[in-house]
Each structure stands twice: as structure tokens, then as C-alpha cells.
């Protein structure tokens, strides 16, 4: 993305919006500025993938190739695991997505909005829960999921991803901003408890939900360590796993590397792209960012 | 639906809901009790993950760091607390831990910094919005192991781009006084996004008619973000700040990846996640790993209740 291009892509506008001010002509000089740095990685990882191996490692480097070529891109595919690395990948964050909206839903929803016996104890426990992650425990982690035979296995990837104290909590907070009326409303016209969970706290809370499951699936899509310690075998890895364990035992090929780099990213990047004013007033809702 | 809608379905509750009901306010009241009661069964799915993979975990960590325990954990002999001695004298132990802290000590305010600044520009500018949005957080989108093999290439000091962009010569990934810097870069560029979302986000929540009451006063740009902007910011600071002093005590995935899993130049930049790692799998030392990781656990159990306690004293002090 080069700085022309942005400028043009906000002269596009500027036709339809409110006419330049001197102060709005600095702010865009200065986004285009931090923008180019902040893109400038990305730009130099899509130049090397498509140079040559050999001219990727020239001295001095420079940035766009002399010849134009996509064998970096073919070679991964040909000669890596790389299609099925991205299916676990697939595999593993769908399934960590789904079973942690479920579960933390529900979990929020009994703590935000139910008694029962023990709750205040068990909510210190989960709180806790917030500081142990795989990086704080992966030793002893490892070690019960090895007794429980899940090592090199989907499950032994997926389960110990889906018990996310933060999400609890987040959605915790939330259930308890809406309106106990509306749930007294539904209990009187005789719903249950799980009916009212499912046709009224779940659609109000779709913005919610659906930050949570996006920040999720980009957690464990690009989760590295976990799926690193728990699996040995090349076919069951995860795309970052693959590309930092096998890519590199080649010797490095910096143009495959970065192609490969990219492959990984791209899923994600077209995601946001399409959902990001979701992301963006998903964050505002969950009160992440309000407290 | 409201509040007033609700009261009207309340209205007729003196006559019978239900044939089974008696109706009158108490034993509603009593119904919606017994509801309130199977609460249980909504956290029970949770509660077994979380038994099986948190707390289950710590209480067998706690047990194993009193173990001289190799690979599996079976046949392992009580050693009482000769494994924290051991880590208390063990130098590593504290070279980790300080790389730790060193490496969180300079991404916490780079960060928070570079992130408010990013979400003022993509606040104000009122011009395609969404490219902003897309260019600061898109790194984050990347995996860490692209990441970090990325900045590996940049740093490269013959084919790399940072020597040749800043016309310098520096060997950032021998060096050891450039070694951890490089990290930390790596780690700006990749996780920033992510509180840069949560600040514009903050940004967007603060209402309209502060910052037209400031301009009818006769409040300049820099009074406006002095006094409106930065304080109704606060509490997402504080959040920012927490949540990337813990992340960055754990910080593991960059920093392996750009060494090539190895220790960096003279042994600078192993990390605590990373020496606890080393000894459980590749020294197959599980018990004194678990009691280094028990150590580490505590670490960060103590920075993050001192913010809670910090936060509860603030909240005190306002009252």
C-alpha cells in the first residue's frame, strides 16, 4: 500500500465529504506517514515472495524484483505441507470458536444473572483463571493432558484453548448491563430459563458475541505456543507451527518463507477487512474498552 | 421492549398466569426464585474445561515442583523443596526472569504510547476510515511465528531492509546490546493493534456534547484533549497497561522464532517461558520446570492482584 495510493483513495472521497481544512490536510500527511512505516513489513514480505531465491538475498537488497516471478508461491504448495497445515488450522480455531462462544456464553449468563450456591468463590477462581495461560503452566499442562492421552491429537490442540476465564468475564460484564425487565417479562408470560437465554439474551447480545468469537478465532488461529507443545507430528500441526518448525529446517528460502508467511496472514486480514466495524463496535459493547 | 412494557405484562398478574400457578406477587417472586436457583447447569460446561485445563493443571504443577519427576511424572520421588532452592541459586532463573522484565519494562510504554497517538490520527481523520484501521492493525493479524520470521529478515544486516532504509551497519541480531531491541521492535510493530483498537474504540464512546460544550466555552484543541480527552481515557489506560504487562512477562513466540529457538547472542534474550520450557522439554527436568513455572505463576498472580488492589484504593479514594 503506498502513500499515493491512500492519498488517492481520500481524494476519492473528499468529492462526497466535507472540503479540505488545513488541520485535516496534516492529520492525513500524518497518517500516511505512520501507515507507510507500519505497512512498509508487509509490502517487503509480498516483494520477496516474489523474487527469485536468488535475488532475494541479494547485497544490497532493494525492493521490488528485477524479475517478477511466482515460484515462491508454487513451491509452497508443491513441496510443503502447507494446504494441510491450513486445514487443521481451520479445523482446530472453528472448533476452539464455537465451543468457547457456547461455553462462556452460558458461563457469563449464570454468573451475571443466576444464584446459586458457591458463586462468589467460584467467580475468585475464574478471576484467577485470567493469569494461568499456557506460557505461565505449559509444563504441567502438558503433562495432564499427556496423562489424558491427547497428546498429538485434535482434541489435545482444541480443549485446552476453550476454557477462557477473560471471555467469562467479559461477557459477564455485559449480561449484567441489560435490562432485568425484559427477563422478567418472558418469565411471566412462562418462558424458562433457557428459552430466555436463547430468544432474548442471545440476540441482544450479538455485537457481544460475535468480538468475542472474532478475537477468539484470531487468538487461536495464530496461536503458537500451545499447538507447538502438544504436537510432534508434521500432519497434525497448525500453519504457524508448521512454517516456524519445518520451513526453517530446510535452510532458510526467504522467498518461500514469506510467501508462506503471507498465506498464513491472508485468511485473517480479509476477515477484518470485511468485519472490522463489527470488531470496532464489538470492543465498544463488551466494555473492554469502557470499564 | 422497556421497562414500561414489562410493567404492563406485570399488570394482570392478580389473576391466575398458568392453571398451576396461584399467581399472587409472592409466589411469582417464589417461582423466579427456583429458577434463579438451577444457575449451576449454565456454568457447568465451563466449569469442566476449566477444572480440567486451569485448575487441574496448577494443583498438578504444585504437586510436580516437589517431585525430582523426568518426562511422564511417574516414578517420581518427593524431594521437598529442593527444586525452589535449587531455582533460587539457580542463575539462569534470574537472567530469565530478568530478560523478562527488561523486555516488559520497554514495550509497555512504547506501546500504550504509539497506540494512543495511532487512534487519535484514525479518529480524526475524517477520510476513509477504514484504511487506518486496516493498515495499524493489520499485523496483528499475522501469526507471531510470521512475525518474528519477518523482522528476522529485516534485521538481516547484509540483506536486510532496516540497515538499508536507516543508511546504518548494525549487527542487531549478534549484538547483545541490540539483541533484545530487536524483539522489542518486532513486538511493537505486531502487537500494537490490538490496544489501538481498544483506545479508538474508548475515543468513540466518549459522547459529542463534552467536547461542544468545551468549544462554546472557548476551549482550544489542546485544552479539549487535556481536559476532556485524556481523562475520560484513564480507565482504558490502565487496561492497556495491565493487559500488556502480562502479556509481555509471558513473552515466548517472537523472540524464539527470530533466534532460531536458541538463547540469542551471549544468552540475552531467553525468556522466562522460554528457560521453563527448556527444562521441562528438552532436559526433561517436569519437576524442576514446574516449580520455576509455580514461581513464575506466582509473579504473575501478585502484578495483576496488586492492579486489582490498586484499582479498588482508587475507587475507595473517589468516594
Known amino acids: ?65 528485477k524479475v517478477w516471478t511466482a515460484q515462491a508461491w508454487k513451491a509452497i504448495f508443491e513441496t510443503g505441507n ?85 471471555m467469562v468475564y467479559i461477557l459477564y460484564k455485559f449480561f449484567q448491563g441489560i435490562p432485568r425487565e425484559l427477563e422478567e417479562a418472558a418469565f411471566i408470560d412462562g418462558a424458562g430459563r433457557w428459552r430466555v437465554f436463547f430468544t432474548i ?21 495464530n496461536n503458537f505456543l500451545w499447538p507447538y507443545m502438544v ?4 500432519d497434525l500441526m497448525t500453519l504457524p507451527n508448521g512454517i516456524a518448525t519445518v520451513m526453517n529446517s530446510y535452510g532458510i528460502q526467504w522467498a518461500q518463507l514469506m510467501a508462506g508467511g503471507l498465506m498464513a496472514g491472508l485468511p485473517l486480514i480479509i476477515v477484518f477487512v470485511f468485519f472490522q466495524r463489527q470488531i470496532v463496535a464489538g470492543v465498544a459493547h463488551t466494555g473492554l474498552a469502557g470499564q | ?98 530478560h523478562s522484565a527488561y523486555f516488559t519494562l520497554l514495550v509497555v510504554p512504547c506501546i500504550t504510547v504509539i497506540a494512543f497517538l495511532m487512534a487519535m490520527l484514525a479518529h480524526h481523520i475524517e477520510r476513509a476510515k ?12 499475522l501469526p507471531s511465528t510470521v512475525a518474528g520470521n519477518l523482522w528476522q529478515w529485516l534485521f538481516n544486516p547484509g540483506t536486510g531492509m532496516v540497515n538499508y532504509v536507516l543508511g546504518i551497519d548494525t549487527a542487531w541480531l549478534t549484538e547483545k ?22 483506545y479508538l474504540a474508548a475515543l468513540q464512546s466518549i459522547p459529542d456534547h463534552l467536547y461542544e460544550a468545551a468549544k462554546l466555552d472557548g476551549a482550544n484543541a489542546w485544552h479539549r484533549m487535556v481536559h476532556i480527552t485524556l481523562p475520560m481515557l ?37 525468556t522466562f517461558v522460554q528457560y521453563t520450557l527448556e527444562e521441562g522439554f528438552t532436559s526433561y527436568r517436569v519437576g524442576y520446570a514446574s516449580a520455576i513455572s509455580i514461581i513464575f505463576f506466582v509473579i504473575i498472580a501478585s502484578v495483576a492482584l496488586g492492579r486489582m488492589w490498586l484499582l479498588r484504593k482508587r475507587e475507595e479514594g473517589v468516594r
Open chain 1, 1 to 65: 500500500m503506498t502513500a499515493t495510493q491512500i492519498q488517492a483513495k481520500a481524494r476519492i472521497k473528499s468529492r462526497t465529504r466535507k472540503p479540505w481544512t488545513p488541520s485535516q490536510i496534516i492529520l492525513t500527511l500524518l497518517g500516511v506517514a505512520v501507515s507507510a512505516v507500519w505497512m512498509a513489513p508487509l509490502a517487503w514480505a509480498l516483494f520477496t515472495s516474489l523474487k527469485s531465491e536468488t535475488e532475494a538475498v541479494e547485497v544490497p537488497p532493494h525492493w521490488l524484483p
Open chain 1, 82 to 166: 502447507i494446504t494441510n497445515w491450513f486445514v487443521n488450522s481451520l479445523v482446530v480455531s472453528v472448533c476452539v470458536t464455537a465451543i468457547v462462544l457456547l461455553v462462556s456464553a452460558l458461563a457469563g449468563y449464570g454468573f451475571a444473572r443466576t444464584e446459586f450456591r458457591f458463586k462468589g468463590a467460584l467467580m475468585g477462581l475464574v478471576m484467577a483463571g485470567l493469569m494461568v495461560s499456557p506460557a505461565v503452566l505449559g509444563v504441567p499442562l502438558f503433562t495432564t493432558v499427556q496423562q489424558m492421552g491427547m497428546v498429538d491429537t485434535y482434541w489435545g490442540m482444541i480443549l485446552p484453548q476453550c476454557a477462557p476465564a477473560a
Open chain 1, 201 to 221: 439474551i442471545v440476540p441482544l447480545s450479538r455485537p457481544s458475541l460475535s468480538a468475542v468469537g472474532i478475537f477468539t478465532f484470531i487468538a487461536s488461529w
Open chain 1, 231 to 234: 504436537t510432534n507430528n508434521p
Open chain 2, 1 to 98: 421492549m422497556t421497562a414500561t412494557s414489562a410493567e404492563a405484562t406485570l399488570a394482570p398478574a392478580s389473576k391466575p398466569i398458568r392453571s398451576t400457578s396461584a399467581g399472587s406477587a409472592d409466589s411469582l417472586r417464589a417461582r423466579m426464585g427456583r429458577r434463579l436457583q438451577h444457575g449451576g447447569w449454565f456454568i457447568a460446561p465451563f466449569l469442566v474445561l476449566f477444572a480440567l485445563f486451569v485448575i487441574w493443571p496448577i494443583l498438578r504443577g504444585i504437586y510436580l515442583s516437589f517431585t525430582d519427576a523426568n518426562v511422564s511424572g511417574v516414578g517420581a520421588n518427593f524431594v521437598g523443596w529442593d527444586n525452589y532452592r535449587e531455582a533460587f541459586h539457580d542463575p539462569l532463573v534470574w537472567d530469565s526472569l530478568g
Open chain 2, 130 to 141: 477504514w484504511l487506518w484501521r486496516l493498515c495499524f492493525f493489520a499485523p496483528f493479524l
Open chain 2, 177 to 198: 546490546s541490540t539483541a533484545m531491541l530487536a524483539v522489542v521492535i518486532c513486538t511493537l510493530w505486531w502487537t500494537v493493534g490490538f490496544s489501538f483498537l481498544l
Open chain 2, 234 to 270: 484513564r480507565n482504558i489506560t490502565g487496561l492497556v497497561i495491565a493487559l500488556q504487562i502480562l502479556a509481555s512477562l509471558q513473552v515466548f513466540d517472537q523472540a524464539v522464532v527470530i533466534y532460531d529457538f536458541g538463547p540469542g547472542p551471549e544468552e540475552s534474550t531467553r
